[in-house]
Protein backbone atom coordinates (compact mmCIF):
# COMPACT_ATOMS: atom_id res chain seq x y z
CA UNK A 1 0.00 0.00 0.00
CA UNK A 2 3.01 2.28 1.38
CA UNK A 3 5.02 1.36 -2.48
CA UNK A 4 1.85 2.41 -4.26
CA UNK A 5 1.12 5.79 -2.81
CA UNK A 6 5.01 6.39 -3.20
CA UNK A 7 4.66 5.44 -6.85
CA UNK A 8 1.83 7.79 -7.51
CA UNK A 9 3.51 10.24 -5.79
CA UNK A 10 6.49 9.64 -8.22
CA UNK A 11 4.24 9.80 -11.56
CA UNK A 12 2.94 13.11 -9.95
CA UNK A 13 5.86 14.46 -9.44
CA UNK A 14 7.13 13.65 -13.39
CA UNK A 15 3.84 14.48 -14.89
CA UNK A 16 3.96 18.00 -12.53
CA UNK A 17 7.39 18.17 -14.08
CA UNK A 18 6.35 17.68 -17.44
CA UNK A 19 3.86 21.02 -17.44
CA UNK A 20 6.41 22.82 -15.43
CA UNK A 21 6.29 25.96 -17.36
CA UNK A 22 10.30 27.27 -17.37
CA UNK A 23 9.85 30.86 -16.69
CA UNK A 24 6.91 30.57 -14.06
CA UNK A 25 8.68 32.50 -11.24
CA UNK A 26 7.42 30.60 -8.21
CA UNK A 27 8.80 27.82 -9.48
CA UNK A 28 12.44 28.95 -10.34
CA UNK A 29 12.62 30.39 -6.57
CA UNK A 30 11.35 26.91 -4.85
CA UNK A 31 13.88 24.71 -6.74
CA UNK A 32 14.70 23.61 -3.22
CA UNK A 33 11.06 22.23 -3.35
CA UNK A 34 11.29 20.10 -6.56
CA UNK A 35 11.39 16.30 -6.45
CA UNK A 36 11.03 16.56 -2.59
CA UNK A 37 7.31 16.70 -2.92
CA UNK A 38 6.35 13.82 -1.34
CA UNK A 39 8.34 14.39 1.60
CA UNK A 40 7.11 17.29 2.37
CA UNK A 41 3.34 16.46 1.93
CA UNK A 42 4.52 14.27 4.83
CA UNK A 43 6.78 17.17 6.56
CA UNK A 44 3.65 19.61 6.50
CA UNK A 45 0.35 17.17 7.74
CA UNK A 46 2.52 17.16 11.03
CA UNK A 47 2.78 19.71 13.81
CA UNK A 48 4.64 22.54 12.75
CA UNK A 49 6.54 25.27 14.66
CA UNK A 50 6.88 28.62 13.12
CA UNK A 51 9.63 27.83 11.06
CA UNK A 52 8.58 25.40 9.93
CA UNK A 53 4.84 26.53 9.09
CA UNK A 54 6.88 29.65 7.01
CA UNK A 55 7.98 26.81 5.20
CA UNK A 56 4.97 24.83 4.69
CA UNK A 57 3.15 27.96 3.40
CA UNK A 58 5.78 28.47 0.55
CA UNK A 59 5.92 25.18 -0.01
CA UNK A 60 1.94 25.10 -0.30
CA UNK A 61 2.41 28.24 -2.59
CA UNK A 62 4.97 26.22 -4.59
CA UNK A 63 2.93 22.90 -4.81
CA UNK A 64 -0.46 24.78 -5.77
CA UNK A 65 1.75 26.30 -8.82
CA UNK A 66 1.98 22.47 -9.80
CA UNK A 67 -1.78 22.41 -10.17
CA UNK A 68 -2.06 25.28 -12.11
CA UNK A 69 0.50 24.64 -14.46
CA UNK A 70 -1.18 21.03 -14.78
CA UNK A 71 -4.74 23.15 -15.76
CA UNK A 72 -2.67 25.39 -18.18
CA UNK A 73 -1.31 22.32 -19.80
CA UNK A 74 -4.72 20.91 -19.53
CA UNK A 75 -6.01 23.52 -21.54
CA UNK A 76 -3.38 24.07 -24.06
CA UNK A 77 -4.19 19.83 -24.62
CA UNK A 78 -7.83 20.83 -24.86
CA UNK A 79 -7.55 23.39 -27.61
CA UNK A 80 -5.13 20.99 -29.37
CA UNK A 81 -8.03 18.44 -29.29
CA UNK A 82 -10.64 20.84 -30.84
CA UNK A 83 -8.02 21.48 -33.20
CA UNK A 84 -7.60 17.46 -34.31
CA UNK A 85 -11.44 17.61 -34.16
CA UNK A 86 -11.89 20.26 -36.69
CA UNK A 87 -9.96 18.85 -38.60
CA UNK A 88 -11.27 15.29 -38.46
CA UNK A 89 -14.55 17.14 -39.53
CA UNK A 90 -12.95 18.95 -43.10
CA UNK A 91 -11.21 15.46 -43.56
CA UNK A 92 -14.90 13.82 -43.36
CA UNK A 93 -16.62 16.60 -45.32
CA UNK A 94 -13.39 15.60 -47.86
CA UNK A 95 -14.48 11.80 -47.63
CA UNK A 96 -17.70 12.43 -48.34
CA UNK A 97 -17.10 14.37 -51.53
CA UNK A 98 -15.00 12.01 -52.62
CA UNK A 99 -17.66 9.34 -52.26
CA UNK A 100 -19.72 11.00 -54.07
CA UNK A 101 -17.67 11.17 -57.65
CA UNK A 102 -16.60 8.17 -56.73
CA UNK A 103 -20.45 7.46 -57.73
CA UNK A 104 -20.83 10.27 -60.08
CA UNK A 105 -18.12 8.36 -61.75
CA UNK A 106 -19.57 4.81 -61.78
CA UNK A 107 -22.67 6.35 -63.29
CA UNK A 108 -20.76 7.93 -65.83
CA UNK A 109 -19.37 4.51 -66.80
CA UNK A 110 -22.99 3.56 -67.09
CA UNK A 111 -23.55 5.91 -69.51
CA UNK A 112 -20.40 5.33 -71.59
CA UNK A 113 -21.39 1.51 -71.62
CA UNK A 114 -24.88 2.08 -72.68
CA UNK A 115 -23.35 4.83 -75.95
CA UNK A 116 -21.02 2.31 -76.63
CA UNK A 117 -23.59 -0.40 -76.78
CA UNK A 118 -25.96 1.38 -78.74
CA UNK A 119 -22.40 2.62 -81.04
CA UNK A 120 -21.63 -1.06 -81.60
CA UNK A 121 -25.51 -2.11 -82.34
CA UNK A 122 -25.10 0.90 -85.18
CA UNK A 123 -21.85 -0.21 -86.17
CA UNK A 124 -23.52 -3.70 -86.74
CA UNK A 125 -26.61 -2.15 -88.23
CA UNK A 126 -24.40 -0.58 -90.83
CA UNK A 127 -22.07 -3.47 -91.62
CA UNK A 128 -25.34 -5.37 -92.83
CA UNK A 129 -26.30 -2.27 -94.77
CA UNK A 130 -23.00 -2.30 -96.45
CA UNK A 131 -22.76 -6.64 -96.95
CA UNK A 132 -26.25 -6.07 -98.30
CA UNK A 133 -25.13 -2.79 -101.30
CA UNK A 134 -22.07 -5.27 -101.98
CA UNK A 135 -24.36 -7.88 -102.40
CA UNK A 136 -26.55 -5.46 -104.61
CA UNK A 137 -23.66 -4.36 -106.36
CA UNK A 138 -22.40 -7.83 -106.96
CA UNK A 139 -26.13 -8.80 -108.21
CA UNK A 140 -26.11 -5.73 -110.55
CA UNK A 141 -22.49 -6.89 -111.88
CA UNK A 142 -23.31 -9.80 -112.53
CA UNK A 143 -26.35 -9.04 -114.62
CA UNK A 144 -24.08 -6.37 -116.50
CA UNK A 145 -22.36 -9.33 -116.92
CA UNK A 146 -24.58 -11.38 -118.30
CA UNK A 147 -26.86 -9.40 -120.54
CA UNK A 148 -23.01 -8.54 -122.03
CA UNK A 149 -22.42 -12.30 -122.54
CA UNK A 150 -25.86 -12.05 -123.76
CA UNK A 151 -25.15 -9.44 -126.45
CA UNK A 152 -22.18 -11.17 -126.96
CA UNK A 153 -24.06 -14.37 -127.65
CA UNK A 154 -26.28 -11.90 -129.39
CA UNK A 155 -23.48 -10.77 -131.31
CA UNK A 156 -22.03 -13.55 -132.25
CA UNK A 157 -25.67 -15.32 -132.49
CA UNK A 158 -26.62 -12.08 -134.54
CA UNK A 159 -29.36 -11.31 -132.26
CA UNK A 160 -27.69 -7.92 -131.75
CA UNK A 161 -27.33 -7.56 -135.67
CA UNK A 162 -30.23 -8.81 -135.85
CA UNK A 163 -31.83 -6.28 -133.32
CA UNK A 164 -30.25 -3.85 -135.31
CA UNK A 165 -30.78 -4.89 -138.45
CA UNK A 166 -34.01 -5.38 -137.76
CA UNK A 167 -34.25 -1.81 -137.91
CA UNK A 168 -37.16 -0.40 -140.67
CA UNK A 169 -34.83 2.70 -141.88
CA UNK A 170 -32.13 4.50 -140.97
CA UNK A 171 -33.38 6.62 -138.17
CA UNK A 172 -34.53 3.52 -136.76
CA UNK A 173 -30.88 1.89 -136.89
CA UNK A 174 -29.65 5.03 -134.97
CA UNK A 175 -32.64 4.74 -132.44
CA UNK A 176 -32.09 0.96 -131.44
CA UNK A 177 -28.34 1.62 -131.09
CA UNK A 178 -28.93 4.46 -129.14
CA UNK A 179 -31.23 1.63 -127.00
CA UNK A 180 -28.24 -0.42 -126.78
CA UNK A 181 -26.18 2.67 -125.48
CA UNK A 182 -28.87 4.06 -122.96
CA UNK A 183 -29.35 0.40 -121.21
CA UNK A 184 -25.41 0.07 -120.66
CA UNK A 185 -25.38 3.75 -119.42
CA UNK A 186 -28.02 3.32 -117.39
CA UNK A 187 -25.87 -0.07 -115.71
CA UNK A 188 -23.14 2.21 -115.09
CA UNK A 189 -25.03 5.00 -113.04
CA UNK A 190 -26.89 2.46 -111.79
CA UNK A 191 -23.60 0.87 -110.14
CA UNK A 192 -22.16 4.35 -109.78
CA UNK A 193 -25.07 5.30 -107.19
CA UNK A 194 -24.45 1.57 -105.27
CA UNK A 195 -20.71 2.63 -105.11
CA UNK A 196 -21.52 6.08 -103.63
CA UNK A 197 -23.99 4.55 -101.26
CA UNK A 198 -21.59 2.32 -100.46
CA UNK A 199 -19.09 4.66 -100.02
CA UNK A 200 -21.30 7.07 -98.06
CA UNK A 201 -22.11 3.34 -95.65
CA UNK A 202 -18.06 3.48 -95.36
CA UNK A 203 -18.04 7.06 -93.99
CA UNK A 204 -20.21 6.36 -91.63
CA UNK A 205 -19.01 2.92 -90.36
CA UNK A 206 -15.95 4.76 -90.09
CA UNK A 207 -17.38 7.72 -88.11
CA UNK A 208 -19.08 5.37 -85.75
CA UNK A 209 -15.95 3.44 -84.99
CA UNK A 210 -14.09 6.59 -84.20
CA UNK A 211 -17.06 7.27 -81.96
CA UNK A 212 -16.41 3.97 -80.26
CA UNK A 213 -12.62 4.62 -79.94
CA UNK A 214 -13.47 8.46 -78.45
CA UNK A 215 -16.19 5.96 -75.95
CA UNK A 216 -13.39 3.76 -75.06
CA UNK A 217 -10.97 5.89 -74.00
CA UNK A 218 -13.16 8.47 -72.13
CA UNK A 219 -14.74 5.34 -70.40
CA UNK A 220 -11.07 4.14 -69.53
CA UNK A 221 -10.50 7.53 -68.76
CA UNK A 222 -13.34 7.62 -65.83
CA UNK A 223 -11.84 4.28 -64.54
CA UNK A 224 -8.47 5.55 -64.31
CA UNK A 225 -10.00 8.88 -62.16
CA UNK A 226 -12.14 6.29 -59.93
CA UNK A 227 -8.90 4.81 -59.16
CA UNK A 228 -7.26 8.02 -58.24
CA UNK A 229 -10.16 9.09 -56.31
CA UNK A 230 -10.27 5.93 -54.42
CA UNK A 231 -6.73 6.51 -53.57
CA UNK A 232 -7.71 9.66 -52.64
CA UNK A 233 -10.37 8.79 -50.23
CA UNK A 234 -8.10 5.81 -48.76
CA UNK A 235 -5.78 8.46 -47.54
CA UNK A 236 -7.84 10.69 -46.16
CA UNK A 237 -9.10 7.63 -43.69
CA UNK A 238 -5.54 6.71 -43.03
CA UNK A 239 -5.23 10.44 -41.64
CA UNK A 240 -8.77 10.51 -39.59
CA UNK A 241 -7.47 6.85 -38.26
CA UNK A 242 -4.39 9.31 -37.36
CA UNK A 243 -5.97 12.08 -36.21
CA UNK A 244 -8.63 10.16 -34.05
CA UNK A 245 -5.59 8.05 -32.70
CA UNK A 246 -3.95 11.33 -31.59
CA UNK A 247 -7.34 12.43 -30.62
CA UNK A 248 -7.46 9.47 -28.15
CA UNK A 249 -3.74 10.04 -26.69
CA UNK A 250 -4.50 13.54 -25.85
CA UNK A 251 -7.85 12.96 -24.09
CA UNK A 252 -6.23 10.54 -21.91
CA UNK A 253 -3.71 12.76 -21.08
CA UNK A 254 -6.28 15.29 -20.58
CA UNK A 255 -8.08 12.39 -17.85
CA UNK A 256 -4.47 12.00 -16.67
CA UNK A 257 -3.85 15.62 -16.11
CA UNK A 258 -7.17 16.33 -14.22
CA UNK A 259 -7.09 13.56 -12.24
CA UNK A 260 -3.53 14.66 -11.08
CA UNK A 261 -4.60 18.10 -10.81
CA UNK A 262 -7.23 16.91 -8.42
CA UNK A 263 -5.12 14.63 -6.30
CA UNK A 264 -2.65 17.92 -6.23
CA UNK A 265 -5.44 20.07 -4.70
CA UNK A 266 -6.47 17.26 -2.32
CA UNK A 267 -3.21 16.91 -0.85
CA UNK A 268 -2.67 20.60 -0.66
CA UNK A 269 -5.70 21.10 1.35
CA UNK A 270 -3.71 18.91 3.76
CA UNK A 271 -0.60 21.04 4.29
CA UNK A 272 -0.43 22.66 7.54
CA UNK A 273 0.84 26.45 6.97
CA UNK A 274 0.12 27.51 10.45
CA UNK A 275 2.36 26.80 13.99
CA UNK A 276 1.18 24.47 15.85
CA UNK A 277 0.88 25.83 19.46
CA UNK A 278 3.30 23.87 22.31
CA UNK A 279 1.93 26.00 25.19
CA UNK A 280 -1.65 27.27 26.30
CA UNK A 281 0.74 31.00 26.64
CA UNK A 282 1.11 30.24 23.05
CA UNK A 283 -2.22 30.08 22.09
CA UNK A 284 -2.83 32.96 23.79
CA UNK A 285 -0.17 35.18 22.03
CA UNK A 286 -0.64 33.98 18.53
CA UNK A 287 -4.85 34.36 18.72
CA UNK A 288 -3.63 38.35 19.37
CA UNK A 289 -2.72 38.48 15.78
CA UNK A 290 -5.91 37.11 13.99
CA UNK A 291 -8.73 39.35 13.33
CA UNK A 292 -11.38 36.35 13.70
CA UNK A 293 -11.93 32.81 13.95
CA UNK A 294 -11.62 30.53 10.79
CA UNK A 295 -13.94 28.39 9.03
CA UNK A 296 -14.97 25.08 11.52
CA UNK A 297 -15.74 22.92 8.24
CA UNK A 298 -13.89 22.73 5.29
CA UNK A 299 -15.60 23.16 1.83
CA UNK A 300 -19.10 24.01 1.47
CA UNK A 301 -22.48 23.20 3.91
CA UNK A 302 -25.85 24.23 4.74
CA UNK A 303 -27.88 25.16 7.75
CA UNK A 304 -30.55 21.88 8.29
CA UNK A 305 -31.07 23.04 12.23
CA UNK A 306 -30.93 26.67 13.81
CA UNK A 307 -30.09 27.24 17.05
CA UNK A 308 -32.41 27.20 20.14
CA UNK A 309 -35.50 25.63 18.71
CA UNK A 310 -35.44 22.41 16.66
CA UNK A 311 -37.44 23.64 12.97
CA UNK A 312 -41.43 21.70 13.15
CA UNK A 313 -40.45 19.69 10.30
CA UNK A 314 -37.70 18.10 12.71
CA UNK A 315 -40.34 17.77 15.56
CA UNK A 316 -39.44 20.73 17.23
CA UNK A 317 -37.88 21.20 20.70
CA UNK A 318 -34.50 22.81 22.29
CA UNK A 319 -32.06 22.76 19.79
CA UNK A 320 -28.44 24.26 21.44
CA UNK A 321 -26.58 24.42 18.29
CA UNK A 322 -26.23 25.18 14.86
CA UNK A 323 -26.60 22.17 12.34
CA UNK A 324 -24.00 22.87 9.31
CA UNK A 325 -24.47 19.79 6.73
CA UNK A 326 -21.60 19.05 4.53
CA UNK A 327 -22.18 18.46 1.45
CA UNK A 328 -19.20 16.07 0.88
CA UNK A 329 -20.99 13.85 3.54
CA UNK A 330 -19.36 11.72 5.79
CA UNK A 331 -15.83 12.36 5.77
CA UNK A 332 -15.86 16.02 5.11
CA UNK A 333 -13.22 17.80 7.16
CA UNK A 334 -13.89 19.74 10.19
CA UNK A 335 -11.16 22.80 11.15
CA UNK A 336 -10.35 24.64 14.32
CA UNK A 337 -11.36 27.96 14.15
CA UNK A 338 -8.65 29.14 15.82
CA UNK A 339 -5.33 27.90 17.66
CA UNK A 340 -6.90 25.75 20.39
CA UNK A 341 -6.22 23.38 23.99
CA UNK A 342 -8.10 20.01 22.56
CA UNK A 343 -10.21 20.18 25.57
CA UNK A 344 -11.60 16.27 25.18
CA UNK A 345 -11.93 13.89 22.76
CA UNK A 346 -14.91 10.86 22.06
CA UNK A 347 -13.93 8.31 19.83
CA UNK A 348 -15.76 4.66 19.03
CA UNK A 349 -19.35 5.74 18.22
CA UNK A 350 -20.01 3.80 14.88
CA UNK A 351 -20.14 7.01 11.53
CA UNK A 352 -23.91 5.97 11.55
CA UNK A 353 -26.26 6.53 14.49
CA UNK A 354 -29.90 6.88 14.62
CA UNK A 355 -32.60 9.10 16.84
CA UNK A 356 -32.59 8.36 20.45
CA UNK A 357 -28.55 6.98 19.76
CA UNK A 358 -27.19 7.38 23.67
CA UNK A 359 -23.54 6.94 22.14
CA UNK A 360 -21.68 9.88 23.28
CA UNK A 361 -21.10 9.69 27.18
CA UNK A 362 -20.27 11.88 28.77
CA UNK A 363 -21.95 14.38 26.60
CA UNK A 364 -24.90 11.46 26.04
CA UNK A 365 -26.03 11.86 22.28
CA UNK A 366 -23.59 13.39 20.62
CA UNK A 367 -21.97 10.09 19.36
CA UNK A 368 -17.90 11.04 18.61
CA UNK A 369 -17.33 14.65 19.70
CA UNK A 370 -14.46 17.19 19.81
CA UNK A 371 -14.39 20.72 22.75
CA UNK A 372 -11.67 22.44 21.77
CA UNK A 373 -11.01 25.97 23.78
CA UNK A 374 -10.01 28.90 22.65
CA UNK A 375 -9.12 32.89 22.80
CA UNK A 376 -10.22 35.49 20.73
CA UNK A 377 -9.74 39.40 21.64
CA UNK A 378 -9.35 38.62 25.72
CA UNK A 379 -12.77 36.12 25.64
CA UNK A 380 -12.38 32.46 25.95
CA UNK A 381 -14.79 30.09 24.42
CA UNK A 382 -15.00 26.56 24.01
CA UNK A 383 -16.39 25.33 20.92
CA UNK A 384 -18.05 21.76 20.78
CA UNK A 385 -18.00 19.70 17.65
CA UNK A 386 -20.40 16.82 17.87
CA UNK A 387 -22.00 13.61 15.87
CA UNK A 388 -18.18 13.36 14.10
CA UNK A 389 -16.69 10.22 12.19
CA UNK A 390 -14.95 7.50 13.78
CA UNK A 391 -12.13 8.08 12.23
CA UNK A 392 -9.68 11.07 12.28
CA UNK A 393 -10.06 12.63 15.31
CA UNK A 394 -7.57 14.70 16.58
CA UNK A 395 -4.83 13.03 19.36
CA UNK A 396 -3.04 16.55 19.51
CA UNK A 397 -3.71 18.86 22.68
CA UNK A 398 -3.06 21.68 20.67
CA UNK A 399 -4.24 22.32 17.14
CA UNK A 400 -3.43 25.37 15.04
CA UNK A 401 -5.81 27.51 13.10
CA UNK A 402 -7.02 25.39 10.19
CA UNK A 403 -6.08 21.91 11.40
CA UNK A 404 -8.32 19.22 10.66
CA UNK A 405 -9.39 18.42 14.28
CA UNK A 406 -12.06 15.63 13.33
CA UNK A 407 -14.54 14.61 9.93
CA UNK A 408 -17.86 14.96 9.78
CA UNK A 409 -19.89 11.87 10.68
CA UNK A 410 -23.68 10.67 11.92
CA UNK A 411 -22.65 9.53 15.39
CA UNK A 412 -24.51 9.53 17.87
CA UNK A 413 -28.51 10.87 17.59
CA UNK A 414 -28.61 11.68 14.47
CA UNK A 415 -30.53 11.64 11.02
CA UNK A 416 -27.62 12.24 8.74
CA UNK A 417 -24.19 13.49 8.19
CA UNK A 418 -23.85 17.03 9.80
CA UNK A 419 -22.16 19.23 12.12
CA UNK A 420 -23.80 19.82 15.57
CA UNK A 421 -21.61 23.04 16.71
CA UNK A 422 -22.23 24.58 20.13
CA UNK A 423 -20.23 27.54 21.28
CA UNK A 424 -19.74 28.55 24.95
CA UNK A 425 -18.65 31.86 25.90
CA UNK A 426 -16.48 31.00 28.88
CA UNK A 427 -15.60 34.56 30.21
CA UNK A 428 -13.98 37.81 29.40
CA UNK A 429 -10.18 36.47 30.54
CA UNK A 430 -7.33 34.72 28.19
CA UNK A 431 -7.32 31.08 28.12
CA UNK A 432 -5.03 30.53 30.76
CA UNK A 433 -8.12 31.57 33.53
CA UNK A 434 -10.47 29.19 30.93
CA UNK A 435 -8.42 26.36 31.17
CA UNK A 436 -8.35 26.33 35.23
CA UNK A 437 -12.04 26.85 35.34
CA UNK A 438 -12.43 24.03 32.99
CA UNK A 439 -9.84 22.28 35.57
CA UNK A 440 -12.06 23.50 38.70
CA UNK A 441 -15.34 22.60 37.16
CA UNK A 442 -14.07 18.73 37.00
CA UNK A 443 -13.21 18.80 33.42
CA UNK A 444 -16.54 19.40 32.17
CA UNK A 445 -16.04 20.41 28.56
CA UNK A 446 -19.18 22.48 28.89
CA UNK A 447 -18.02 24.47 31.89
CA UNK A 448 -21.21 23.53 33.77
CA UNK A 449 -22.71 25.93 31.57
CA UNK A 450 -25.80 23.30 31.60
CA UNK A 451 -27.64 22.01 28.90
CA UNK A 452 -31.29 24.02 28.94
CA UNK A 453 -32.58 27.02 26.80
CA UNK A 454 -31.94 29.11 30.62
CA UNK A 455 -27.85 28.74 29.28
CA UNK A 456 -28.55 31.49 26.79
CA UNK A 457 -26.01 34.15 27.04
CA UNK A 458 -29.07 36.52 26.17
CA UNK A 459 -30.40 35.31 29.80
CA UNK A 460 -27.32 33.74 31.46
CA UNK A 461 -23.65 35.42 32.52
CA UNK A 462 -21.01 33.17 30.93
CA UNK A 463 -20.33 30.41 30.99
CA UNK A 464 -23.14 30.74 28.68
CA UNK A 465 -24.19 29.38 24.92
CA UNK A 466 -24.20 31.64 22.26
CA UNK A 467 -25.67 31.31 18.54
CA UNK A 468 -23.08 29.97 16.44
CA UNK A 469 -25.13 31.71 13.65
CA UNK A 470 -23.44 34.96 14.68
CA UNK A 471 -20.10 33.61 13.53
CA UNK A 472 -21.12 31.44 10.89
CA UNK A 473 -23.50 31.39 8.01
CA UNK A 474 -23.51 29.18 4.86
ZN1 LIG B 1 -27.93 19.70 16.23
Given at each position: ????????????????????????????????????????????????????????????????????????????????????????????????QLTKEIESLKNQQVTINNNLKVTENNIKAIQNDIADLKLKIEKRKEDIKKRMRDSQLDVN??????????????????????????????????????????????????????????????????????????VLKDANQVLVNQYRTKQ?????????????????????????????????????????????FGPVMRGSWYRSAGTWYYPASFGGGVHLGLDMAGREGVGQQLLAPANSIVLMTKSGCPDYGSLGNRCGAPISSAGNWVALMTELKGTTYVFLYFHLANRGITTKDFVAKGEVIGLQGSSG????????????????????????????????????????LQTRCEVKSPPCRLRPESFYSS
Open positions: MKRKIINILMSLVLVASFFVVEHDPIIVANEKFKGKESEYLVKCAQRLNATQAAECAEFKTYYQSLGKAILTGSSDLKKEVESLKSNIEQLLVKSEGDRKFAFVLDASDFDDLLRRISVLEQIARYDEERILLLRQDQEKLLDEERELNRQKEELISQKNEVIEKEKQIANEIEAKIREAESNYATIMANASKINTTATPESINQISDSNKTISGSSTGPHLHLEIIKVGDFPIQQGYQMFKDRGYDPALKAGWG
